[in-house]
C-alpha cells in the first residue's frame, strides 16, 4: 500500500515562484515511474510532467524551460520546481506514482492535490 501526499501549493504572483513536494509512503519498493498533473477550472486534466526511477524526465510544452521535476528516493520525495509562473498555471497539481504489481502490469496511485494560484 502507497500513500502521496502533496504539499507547497499557494498563491503567488506572475513571475514568481513555487516547489510542490510530494512524500511517498508504505510500499514504496512498487512504485516506478512517478508524474505531476494538473487541472485548471473549466479544463482537462493534463500531464505536465514525468520522471522515471532513474531520472529520465518528459514535460509538457507549455512547461518547458520554466518547471524542472526531480525526486529523492532516499527521502522518498518528488518534487516539481516552478519559476516564472503566469496566471495560466493555475490549476490543481496532483501526484502521481505507477506501482508495479508484476511483470508489465502497473496501478496508478494518485495523491489529494494541492492548489496553485498565479495572480496578474
Known amino acids: 500500500q502507497v500513500q502521496l501526499v502533496e504539499s507547497g501549493g499557494g498563491l503567488v504572483q506572475a513571475g514568481g515562484s513555487l516547489r510542490l513536494s510530494c512524500a511517498a509512503s508504505?510500499?514504496?519498493?512498487?512504485?516506478?515511474?512517478m508524474a505531476w498533473y494538473r487541472q485548471a477550472p473549466g479544463k482537462q486534466r493534463e500531464l505536465v510532467a514525468i520522471?522515471?526511477?532513474?531520472?529520465?524526465?518528459n514535460y509538457v510544452d507549455s512547461v518547458k524551460g520554466r518547471f524542472t521535476i526531480s525526486r529523492d528516493n532516499a527521502q522518498n520525495t518528488m518534487y516539481l520546481q516552478m519559476n516564472s509562473l503566469k496566471p495560466e498555471d493555475t490549476a490543481i497539481y496532483y501526484c502521481?506514482?505507477?506501482?508495479?504489481?508484476?511483470?508489465?502490469?502497473?496501478?496508478?496511485?494518485w495523491g489529494q492535490g494541492t492548489e496553485v494560484t498565479v495572480s496578474s
Open positions: 502521481n506514482a505507477a506501482l508495479k504489481l508484476g511483470g508489465t502490469l502497473t496501478y496508478d496511485k
Open positions: 508504505g510500499s514504496i519498493n512498487m512504485i516506478r515511474t
Open positions: 520522471i522515471t526511477s532513474g531520472g529520465n524526465t
